[in-house]
């Protein structure tokens, strides 16, 4: 029997990756709109939190948030009031019933830096992994591109890219030996298999 998960304690200055899909994996992102107001709210509920967005990927079924929890509100409050709040406007929008994800969204706090290093190249690489883009670049939702500076943008901690992989070029090289191979750390793997 599958034991039901249980929230990490969020804690001031830790890292958490934040996922979710859609029902029967299902699209949840239908236009670039829908992209567009999430990227908004997280924007606000961001700041409004004090957490900082270090890697995202919003992906047509599924989503994955890398954030670090700056402040004393918990970082799990993001993934509430975004969500939340989008998958009202979704039914609206669409005239849609029922639940858009398949359930709460689930939570790991990262706490070894192999794992954060390794799991933000597999957060990026999640458009070509999936057959959705021939190119990483060619993906504009996901902070990729800030990431190695082809595009200027505010959900992005540039001293966190320094500190954790050196250089843009370091880190695009680090990206790219990930789609040669797609080979993660087995805990990593174990998680995002399930």
């Known amino acids: 029997m599958k034991r039901k998960s249980r929230r990490p304690p969020f804690v001031q200055g830790h890292y958490y990756h934040i996922y979710n899909r859609g029902a029967g994996k299902a699209k949840i992102f239908q236009e ?18 004090d957490l900082t967005v270090l890697a995202y990927c919003l992906m047509p079924n599924h989503y994955h948030l890398l954030v670090r929890q700056d402040g004393e509100r918990a970082a799990g409050l993001l993934p509430q009031r975004v969500f939340n709040s989008y ?39 999640n458009p070509v992994k999936n057959g959705v883009v021939e190119s990483i670049e060619d993906w504009p939702y996901s902070n990729y591109l800030e990431w190695v500076g082809k595009r200027s943008g505010t959900l992005v901690d540039r001293i966190f890219v320094e500190d954790f992989y050196g250089t843009s070029s370091d880190y695009e090289e680090f990206v790219r030996d990930y789609l040669l191979v797609q080979e993660l750390p087995l805990e990593l793997a174990e998680y995002l298999e399930n």
Not at 32 to 49: A, E, H, P, Q, S
Not at 87 to 103: C, I, P, Q, V
């Open 87 to 125: 998958s009202k406007a979704y039914n609206r929008k669409y005239e849609h019933s029922g639940t858009l994800f398949e359930g709460p969204y689930k939570v790991v706090h990262v706490t070894e830096e192999a794992h954060l290093r390794h799991l933000c190249r597999y957060i990026h690489a």
């Open 32 to 49: 670039d709109d829908n992209y567009y107001f999430v990227l908004g709210r997280i924007k606000k509920y961001g700041c409004k939190f």
